[in-house]
């Protein structure tokens, strides 16, 4: 089993570029997630998917859309980039959404917005 | 709202020596409390966790109580390897409607050992 995997590893774009983060868990798990990483800040959501067809905000979703394509396929979308968007993005996913299941972490995307 | 407050970095350690990693947090219900570690260029794993009050999640030879009197989960290790450099993450989930599923973290604190 491949766990969760991202593509791409590092993107660097332009200011007002868009782009399409792609997240795939081959574990089965009716739950997706995505965060970002920064400096000093640990991870904070972006948003989450509960099951295939459901998405919803968490705390930062301003800048961002996501498509939950199927059960393995959670995608977040920069339709515009911005400077503030720099930062590390992580997909998640857990079977369910219960108080002590665990999440798995995909290796990450580093993205750089000049 | 649910914060986690972690001991700031960077955290220096020789090898052998004991390891503590201060986690506090602030929750209205009663949390779920994790800790996880992210290796250089990789995504976060599970290192351990309780889900309720005087558990003790262990795992590689780390440890943390869940202490709802001091609302602590601090991480500890006997004798740390070089292996063991990375970063630790302390987080929480507690079940409130609309976050149920949602991971509060702390900011991470960096650990590195040194042979």
């Known amino acids: 089993n491949a766990g969760v995997t991202q593509t791409p590893k590092f993107q660097v774009l332009k200011t007002g570029q868009s782009m399409t983060l792609q997240c795939a868990q081959d574990?089965?798990?009716?739950?997706m997630y995505w965060y970002r990483q920064d400096p000093g800040m640990g991870l904070r959501l972006i948003y989450y998917s509960a099951s295939e067809g459901t998405t919803d905000k968490g705390e930062v979703p301003n800048g961002y859309n996501v498509s939950r394509l199927n059960k393995r396929e959670f995608s977040l979308r920069l339709e515009s980039a911005a400077p503030s968007q720099t930062s590390v993005y992580f997909c998640?996913?857990?079977?369910?959404?219960?108080?002590?299941?665990?999440?798995?972490f995909g290796p990450g995307t580093r993205l750089t917005v000049l | 709202g649910n914060s986690v407050t972690q001991m700031e970095g960077p955290v220096t350690l020789s090898e052998e020596a004991f390891l503590t990693i201060n986690c506090t947090y602030t929750?209205?219900?009663?949390?779920?409390l994790f800790w996880y570690v992210q290796y250089p260029g990789e995504g976060l794993q599970l290192l351990l966790k309780?889900?309720?009050?005087?558990d003790k999640g262990s795992n590689k030879g780390f440890e943390a109580t869940y202490r709802k009197e001091t609302t602590s989960f601090h991480l500890e290790k006997g004798s740390v390897q070089v292996s063991d450099s990375a970063v630790y993450f302390c987080a929480l989930r507690e079940w409130a409607s609309g976050s149920a599923r949602q991971l509060t973290f702390g900011s991470g604190t960096q650990l590195t050992v040194l042979p």
């Open positions: 929750a209205t219900g009663y949390p779920s």
């Open positions: 998640a996913s857990s079977h369910e959404t219960g108080m002590g299941n665990e999440q798995f």
């Open positions: 309780a889900t309720k009050a005087d």
């Open positions: 574990m089965n798990h009716n739950s």
